[in-house]
């Protein structure tokens, strides 16, 4: 007979058995660290998703196309997260859409996103691509531009998103 204590805790074990094996998997590359990207989740629902972020929020969609075992996508997205003014001017002005593309095992991660914005990745990774909130595509930006040293410089990350912000977000 189940008491009252134990019914919830076997409802969150079958809910558990339920999720994909992926979900609690290690990251990608191990050695590199935790996942920047993640492997399982579909581009273009994220980009729907962001959209209707962005309308409600007036702001623009930042595609940044990458891959787990790219160390400037990592620095890119590190100075993302640890710069205070990159990290503000993402928040005010953007939805941040982290859409992985890695080719592995023969298959190309959301090729159709790559496709769908003009292949941005033929250049390398990682690239940006910035969105109005209706989906039109803005500009399409060489991270290679924004390097200085063995990063990324936060004054030129900053100022391509206030060239790109909306109307109204610093």
């Known amino acids: ?45 994220q980009i729907t998703a962001a959209l209707a972020k962005a309308s409600v929020e007036h702001k623009r969609v930042l595609l940044d196309f990458g891959a787990n075992w790219c160390i400037w996508c990592r620095r ?22 982290m859409v992985d593309v890695n080719t592995r095992n023969g298959v190309k991660r959301n090729a159709g996103v790559n496709a769908r914005y003009g292949d941005p990745i033929q250049r390398g990774i990682p690239v940006l691509v910035v969105l109005d909130s209706d989906g039109k595509q803005l500009t399409t930006k060489d ?3 924004l390097e200085e040293g063995e990063g990324h410089s936060p004054a030129k990350i900053t100022a391509f998103l206030a060239q790109w912000a909306p109307t109204g977000h610093p």
């Open 1 to 45: 007979m189940m008491n009252a204590r134990t019914r919830p805790l076997l409802a969150l074990a079958a809910l558990a058995a339920l999720l994909p094996a992926g979900l609690g998997a290690g990251p990608e590359y191990p050695a590199k660290g935790p996942d920047v990207y993640d492997t399982h989740v579909d581009g273009e629902a």
């Open 76 to 97: 890119l997205h590190s100075t993302f997260e640890s710069d205070p003014a990159v990290s503000r001017a993402l928040d005010r002005g953007f939805v941040v859409v």
């Open 143 to 145: 991270s290679g531009e």
